[in-house]
């Protein structure tokens, strides 16, 4: 399992994890700052997470793997 964590005043509004993963970020129009459409995205959207996260140019989006029940690391 997924968590993302978002730290909005370090957040540019470049609009990359947009780019990377549209099921889980989306940018607000005011300012164009992340919205986070799902905070525990499910395991089959890991690589864009990571991905939207890397590509970061404010290194704003933070992300973890929670074991699954049973104690397996997704």
């Not at 964590?5 to 992340?34: H, K, M, N, S, Y």
């Amino acid at each position: 399992m997924i968590d993302i964590e978002i730290d909005l005043d370090r957040c540019c509004g470049a609009g990359t994890c947009v780019l990377r993963a549209p099921e889980v970020f989306d940018q607000d129009d005011r300012d164009g700052t992340v919205i986070l459409l799902a905070e525990h995205p499910g395991d089959d959207l890991a690589e864009s997470v990571a991905r939207a996260a890397e590509d970061c140019p404010a290194n704003a989006i933070r992300v973890a793997l929670r074991p699954a029940p049973g104690g397996v690391v997704a």
